[in-house]
């Protein structure tokens, strides 16, 4: 059996300062990539936006126009959660959802229920099943998907590292 020496707070103090100071503080694009697509997955199902969309209020039938509050019950961005809307700051925060929803819990729970006007906790929680397998099927699947490119992502890795930008992205 081998005894390792105790280290000392000195000891410690100096390999945690240098586990920061090695620590990358870049941009893991697999890892991006992989975050957009489970929010993607959930915004979908929780607020029929995608992440874009949510972040800016930004509706899909016009991209170019601001309409949080006016722009269907369905719709949830965070501009609107947060109480703003085209002309401004409403006072309302949570939304405005018209006749589709009371609340932001209940539009989100009628979302997960293909937007049908009678459903109960059982049809919203049945819903959120299959975001949740689509959620696991991204998450093996990048798994897979870096393992089976390993070898071009270390090459590309390389080529940043001769142009110093290794510092800044990685793959």
Same mark, same amino acid.
């Given at each position: 059996m081998h =005894?390792? /020496?105790k280290e000392t707070k000195k000891e410690k103090k100096a390999r945690l300062a240098a586990a920061r100071r090695n620590r990358f503080k870049g941009v893991n694009v697999p !890892? !991006? =990539?992989e975050s957009y697509a489970q929010s993607a997955v959930w915004? $979908? /199902?929780l607020f029929n936006v995608n992440p874009v969309e949510f972040l800016t +209020?930004? &509706?899909? $039938?016009?991209k170019t126009v601001y309409n949080p509050g006016s722009d269907g019950g369905s719709v949830i961005t965070l501009p609107e959660l947060a109480g703003? *809307? *085209?002309d401004g700051f409403s +006072?309302? &925060?949570g939304g405005n959802f018209g006749t589709y929803a009371d609340n932001a819990v209940d539009a989100m729970a009628r979302n997960l229920s293909g937007g049908a006007a009678d459903y109960d906790t059982m049809t919203a929680i049945? +819903?959120?099943v299959m975001p949740a397998v689509t959620s696991a099927g991204i998450g093996i699947g990048f798994n897979i998907g870096k393992k089976m490119t390993r070898k071009p992502r270390a090459a590309a890795n390389r080529l940043l590292k001769r142009f110093e930008l290794d510092k800044w992205i990685k793959f």
């Open positions: =005894l390792m /020496a !890892v !991006v =990539l915004t $979908e /199902a +209020g930004r &509706i899909p $039938e016009n703003f *809307r *085209r +006072g309302k &925060i049945r +819903g959120m």
